[in-house]
């Protein structure tokens, strides 16, 4: 596949705010899953761009999700771009959205650093209800893809999850709601 204009976007890490304020934003998303579907039966063509997909992953996947809105097709993708993990099982931790997490709607993305997890428990994903620390022993069926260099670089140690696998999800602290004037997007 030519890079089409949308996968660029990503690969050249574009922002996303516009789109995702756009009143065509319904007209966006049917495009973006069209996208989506194409990447799944079209690999990377070679380890750069995937690499380069797994960085801008982690810079923007909380965006992308949201405009993708549709975990299952979000989740079959990783697993065809992401770089495959090949290690063992790993006790994870996710610092979720308490109203996120009610619906059912996990994120994909969690660290091996439960400081981490509190630090987005307690602030970004801490709106709405407020925010949450999940903890899993991830199996290593279940990890898509374990930390970018990016992702190590900022402290982040990020692995990328597909949650329909995970066994067992604990909830092991909640954190009030922050009066962030940010928007509930982050993943």
């Given at each position: 596949?030519s890079h089409s204009p949308l996968l660029r976007h990503i690969l ?74 090949n290690g063992p099982s790993v006790e994870l931790y996710r610092g ?92």
């Open positions: 596949m050249e890490g574009k922002e996303y705010g516009p789109i995702l304020k756009s009143p065509d934003v319904a007209l966006h998303r049917t495009e973006w899953r069209s996208l989506f579907k194409r990447l799944i039966i079209c690999p990377p063509k070679d380890r750069t761009i995937a690499d380069n997909f797994h960085t801008q992953w982690h810079v923007s996947h909380h965006y992308i999700r949201q405009l993708i809105d549709d975990d299952a097709l979000l989740m079959d993708m990783l697993w065809v771009w992401l770089p495959r993990y979720e959205n308490i109203d996120r997490l009610e619906n059912g709607m996990v994120g994909t993305a969690w660290t091996s650093r439960e400081g981490m997890a509190s630090t987005f428990a307690g602030g970004l994903n801490a709106v709405g209800k407020g925010g949450v620390i999940l903890q899993t022993l991830a199996p290593a069926s279940s990890i898509i893809a374990g930390p970018s260099k990016h992702s190590i670089y900022l402290g982040e140690y990020e692995f990328t999850l597909d949650t329909r696998k995970l066994d067992e999800i604990v909830r092991i602290r909640d954190f009030s709601p922050c009066n962030l004037l940010l928007d509930q997007s982050h993943e």
